[in-house]
């Protein structure tokens, strides 16, 4: 696991979005939905294949959605 964390409520979550002339800040999330990110984590897969595998044994009646994706960039995640 290189990073992860817990994230606040999105009621709490303000969305800076970019307008032509400048940012617009706005209350709430990026798009209203039923299902709201609750955390997340960045593990270092070989593939990703083994990246879905490790999602599998995070869900359970608590975690009822696991989301995996590849990583855009690592800023802030040191040297990796």
């Known amino acids: 696991m290189l990073n992860g ?7 709490n979550t303000t969305t800076i979005r970019w307008r032509g002339d400048g940012s617009i800040p706005t209350d709430g999330p990026f798009i ?27 869900v359970d ?9 590849p990583i855009h960039d690592v800023f802030g995640m040191g040297d990796t």
Do not use: D, N
């Open 5 to 11: 964390a817990g994230l606040a409520s999105s009621m």
């Open 32 to 58: 209203e939905a039923t299902e709201q990110l609750t955390a997340y984590h960045v593990i270092e897969c070989a593939t990703p294949e083994r990246a879905r595998a490790i999602a599998e044994r995070v």
């Open 61 to 69: 009646f608590h975690v009822v959605a696991v989301e995996v994706r």
